[in-house]
């Protein structure tokens, strides 16, 4: 059990399988003789199938753990982080900028009139093209980046050692494949964007949250499909 919960179904199966033969062998140096021949071979595959049973309940449920963490950890619609894991990410990039200073940003993404994609096209079509948006929004990012939607038709993206120059890159070209991809849905959906970069890391995820937020409410205001950009050098770093 403990071999197929740590390794995997197949090692477990092996162990298994080297217990059955080591028991058939203590068996024949220590036991009598038998009534008939083949009693010693009848136990050992009763022994394999018992001790495999074992294996492949303790693999099947080391699996099905697995899969439920993963879930919990992803968007139920898109299949990106959700709110919970970016808040670990962006935490841990915090404590990582106190300790080896480092300028990082992060881009807070708002759908304009994304409602009436339910309103006129149903539920369904705007499932779909908040999956297109994710797959977008990968697309486009580094192995380092990470994308969350936060709730909505809002998405937050985390850019580590990521400056003000490079942050304003990477998110014209994410507004370049909401281009690309949205219309192929049948509706053409532009974003209004708030790029905070921080050259002394926030307080905390809340903090770094509210910066972008505020960022994407005057990129509403000033009549959406915009791109708001701040940086962020003035509050002192908390320890």
């Not at 162990?15 to 008939?36: E, I, K, N, Q």
């Not at 595959?45 to 074992?54: D, I, K």
């Not at 985390?158 to 509706?187: C, I, N, S, Y």
């Not at 790029?195 to 972008?212: G, K, Q």
Request: glycine content about 6%; hydrophobic content about 50%; overall charge positive.
């Amino acid at each position: 059990m403990f071999v197929a919960w740590s390794a995997g179904r197949a090692p477990g199966f092996a162990v298994a399988g080297a217990c059955a033969v080591a028991w058939l062998l203590s068996d024949a140096l220590t036991h009598r003789d038998y009534a008939h021949w083949s009693i010693p071979y009848w136990n050992g595959v009763l022994r394999l199938g018992a001790l495999g049973l074992v294996a492949e309940t303790a693999a099947r449920l080391r699996a099905a753990q697995r899969r439920e963490r993963e879930v919990a950890r992803a968007d139920a619609v898109t299949g990106v982080a959700n709110l919970r894991v970016f808040y670990e990410i962006a935490d841990a990039e915090i404590v990582r900028a106190r300790r080896y200073p480092h300028v990082f940003s992060v881009a807070y993404i708002d759908l304009d009139e994304f409602k009436l994609v339910n309103f006129r096209m149903g539920h369904a079509a705007g499932d779909a093209v908040l999956r297109a948006v994710a797959r977008a929004l990968s697309g486009v990012l580094r192995a380092s980046d990470a994308v969350a939607r936060v709730g909505g038709d809002r998405f937050v993206v985390l850019l580590p050692e990521a400056g003000a120059a490079a942050a304003r890159l990477t998110v014209e070209k994410l507004r370049q494949a909401l281009a690309d991809v949205v219309p192929a849905h049948g509706w053409r959906i532009t974003a209004s964007i708030g790029i905070a970069t921080f050259l002394v890391p926030p307080a905390s995820v809340d903090a770094l949250l509210a910066a972008a937020d505020r960022l994407v409410y005057q990129a509403k205001h000033s009549g959406k499909n915009t791109v708001a950009q701040e940086t962020q050098n003035d509050a002192p770093v908390e320890r």
